[in-house]
């Protein structure tokens, strides 16, 4: 009998459907081999084998194979390295981990390896478990996905001409453009919105902070709606769709008012 290697690696739920009885196939990111689909038998019936491993963004160890090339990876074991208590307890910051959950699944392909999106994501999680959440952290959670998936937005310079940010009076970001633009060159784009140096400033810096001082930066009030304006319009650009859980935070506030 040929015995099937077995592969370790350490992972984030990203998604899970709930198949047949008790199986439940599982979408995870992992440090060593990317984005994995795999099915874990029994799971919803074998508390010992996978307890709370498997629920959505816990970060596990997992164990696993696969019989042919083009089929799903077995998930034969994991053990809960960090299920993140204390931002299950919080609806605020449990809505945050969803939508950075559904960040990070469309952003990456699966089996394309990338360990600096690994990190950012446990870095996330550490920082959104132990200090207090703050709508601009999600900012640099994205700007920081977008650019290790390749579609980091130009803020330094116009997109279309070149001039240097300090040069442009009154800079405007494109999303279909991928950057900002200055004032002749926004004026062939309707859809470009305005967006003032400082708060472009504010993003630069960010972006290159570490995660443990983020808590600390103070985006100002038109800052925070700024980069939040930008980002909700190049998001969905990029992808070519709205998420789920930002469709989901929409309806709340909407029924809160
Ligand atoms: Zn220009």
Excluded: W
């Excluded at 902070?209 to 103070?218: A, Q, V």
């Excluded at 909700?232 to 469709?247: N, Q």
């Amino acid at each position: 009998m040929i015995k099937r290697p077995i592969y370790e690696a350490s992972a984030f739920v990203l998604s899970f459907l709930d198949y047949g009885e008790s199986d439940r196939i599982v979408t995870f990111f992992t440090d060593k081999y990317g984005k994995i689909k795999g099915i874990a038998k029994g799971a919803r019936r074998s508390k010992k084998r996978f307890a709370n491993a498997i629920e959505l963004f816990s970060h596990s160890r997992i164990l696993f194979s696969r019989n042919r090339k083009d089929s799903l990876f077995l998930i034969e074991n994991s053990d809960v390295i960090d299920h993140y208590p204390k931002i299950r307890e919080d609806l605020e910051k449990t809505m945050a981990a969803s939508y950075i959950i559904e960040l990070a699944a469309h952003f990456t392909a699966e089996g394309k390896k990338s360990k600096k999106t690994f990190s950012l994501l446990k870095d996330f999680f550490e920082f959104l478990d132990r200090k207090k959440f703050t709508e601009e952290s999600l900012r640099f959670f994205e700007l920081r996905l977008i650019k290790l998936s390749g579609y980091e937005p130009v803020l330094e310079v116009c997109v279309a001409c070149n001039t240097p940010l300090d040069e442009i009076k009154a800079p405007r970001f494109s999303a279909t453009d991928g950057g900002i633009v200055c004032v002749e060159c926004s004026r062939q784009r309707p859809g470009s919105l305005p967006v003032s140096v400082g708060t472009l400033k504010m993003l630069l810096m960010g972006k290159e902070m570490e995660m443990e001082k983020i808590h600390r930066l103070n985006l100002s009030k038109q800052s925070s709606r700024e980069s939040k304006a930008i980002l909700e319009s190049f998001i969905p650009f990029i992808l070519g769709k709205e998420l789920k859980s930002v469709r989901v935070l929409k309806e709340i506030k909407r029924l809160m008012v």
